[in-house]
C-alpha cells in the first residue's frame, strides 16, 4: 500500500471521525434545546398545578367558570373547524383544479392571517361589528350582539385558523393533478361523484391532518378572541382566557390546574398530528413510487 493510499485512507477515517462527532453534538444539542424549552415548561405546569394535591387541582378543574370556559372553547372549535374545513376543500379545489382570474390574489388572501397580528384581526371585528362599529347601530337596532358574545369569538377562531386546511392541500392536489378527475367525467360522474369517489380519497389524509392543525389553533387562540370576548367570566372567557385571568388574580394554582387540561387537550391533538402526518407522508411516498 503506498503512501499516497494511506494518507487517503487516514483523511477518510478522520473525516468520519469528524462527522460522527458532529452529529452527536447536534443530537445532544437538540435533546436538550427539546428539554430545555418543551420539557421543563410541562413539568413546572403539571407541579404547580398538583402542588396542593389532587383535591384542589380538580375542584379548580370542575368550578363552574372553568367548566363554562371549556364548554365555550370546544363550541368555537366545533363551529370553526367544519366551516373552516368547507373553505379550505373549495379553495383547493379551484386553485388546484382551475385556471382563473385573481388566482395568486387568492392564495395570497388565503396566507393574509400568518402575517397579520391576532390581535390587530379582533380589533378590525370590534371596529365593524361593535357598538361604535361601521355595522354597530344596524345592530344594535335589531337586537344583534356580535361582539361580547359567541359570534365574536366564532369569527376570531375562523380568521385566524383559515390557512390551515387549504394550504395543506393544495400543494396535495397540484402534485396529483386532474388526470383522474377527468377520467371520472369522460365516464359519466357528476361534479358530487367525482369529488366522493375520486377527489377526496386521494386527499382524506392530508385533510385530516389540517383538520388537526386548525383545531390546535383554534383550541390555543388567545390574541384576536381577548380583543373581542370582552373578558365575561362565566360566558365570554375561553379556556386561555381563563387562565390568564386567574394568573392575574394570583390563583396560580388554579390556572396551571386548567394549563393543564389545555396541555392534555394538545397532546392529544398532537398524537392525532403524528397518526395522520405518517398516514400521508406513507400517501406521499407510495404516489412518488407510481
Given at each position: 500500500m503506498t503512501t499516497a493510499t494511506l494518507s487517503a485512507s487516514a483523511a477518510t477515517n478522520a473525516a468520519r471521525r469528524g462527522n460522527a462527532a458532529g452529529r452527536i453534538t447536534l443530537i445532544i444539542g437538540a435533546w436538550l434545546a427539546?428539554?430545555?424549552?418543551?420539557?421543563?415548561?410541562?413539568?413546572?405546569?403539571?407541579?404547580?398545578?398538583?402542588?396542593?394535591g389532587f383535591g384542589t387541582f380538580f375542584s379548580a378543574l370542575l368550578e363552574p367558570d372553568?367548566?363554562?370556559?371549556?364548554?365555550?372553547?370546544?363550541?368555537?372549535?366545533?363551529?370553526?373547524?367544519?366551516?373552516?374545513?368547507?373553505?379550505?376543500?373549495?379553495?383547493?379545489?379551484?386553485?388546484?383544479?382551475?385556471?382563473?382570474?385573481?388566482?395568486?390574489?387568492?392564495?395570497?388572501?388565503?396566507?393574509?392571517?400568518?402575517?397579520?397580528?391576532?390581535v390587530i384581526a379582533g380589533l378590525i371585528y370590534v371596529l365593524l361589528f361593535g357598538a361604535q362599529g361601521f355595522f354597530g347601530e344596524w345592530l344594535q337596532d335589531r337586537d344583534i350582539q356580535i361582539i361580547f358574545a359567541l359570534p365574536g369569538i366564532v369569527l376570531a377562531t375562523i380568521f385566524v385558523t383559515v390557512p390551515f386546511v387549504a394550504r395543506e392541500l393544495i400543494p396535495l392536489m397540484q402534485e396529483q393533478g386532474t388526470q383522474e378527475e377527468e377520467a371520472a367525467r369522460l365516464l359519466g360522474a357528476s361534479g358530487w361523484q367525482m369529488?366522493?369517489?375520486?377527489?377526496?380519497?386521494?386527499?382524506?389524509?392530508?385533510l385530516i391532518y389540517g383538520v388537526v392543525l386548525c383545531a390546535a389553533r383554534a383550541m390555543g387562540e388567545f390574541g384576536a378572541v381577548s380583543v373581542v370576548s370582552g373578558h365575561i367570566r362565566g360566558y365570554t372567557n375561553t379556556l386561555p382566557l381563563h387562565?390568564?385571568?386567574?394568573?392575574n388574580e394570583y390563583n396560580h394554582v388554579a390556572a396551571f390546574s386548567v394549563a393543564s387540561l389545555l396541555l392534555a387537550l394538545a397532546l392529544i391533538i398532537l398524537l392525532l398530528k403524528q397518526w395522520s402526518e405518517s398516514r400521508l407522508s406513507r400517501l406521499r411516498h407510495s404516489d412518488a413510487e407510481e
Open positions: 427539546f428539554a430545555l424549552f418543551l420539557l421543563l415548561p410541562l413539568f413546572v405546569v403539571l407541579s404547580e398545578a398538583l402542588k396542593l372553568a367548566i363554562a370556559a371549556l364548554q365555550l372553547t370546544l363550541l368555537a372549535v366545533g363551529i370553526a373547524v367544519p366551516l373552516n374545513l368547507v373553505f379550505g376543500v373549495a379553495a383547493a379545489w379551484c386553485v388546484s383544479k382551475y385556471e382563473f382570474r385573481g388566482k395568486s390574489l387568492l392564495v395570497t388572501l388565503i396566507d393574509l392571517p400568518f402575517s397579520v397580528s391576532p369529488f366522493w369517489h375520486v377527489t377526496l380519497p386521494n386527499i382524506k389524509w392530508g387562565v390568564e385571568i386567574l394568573y
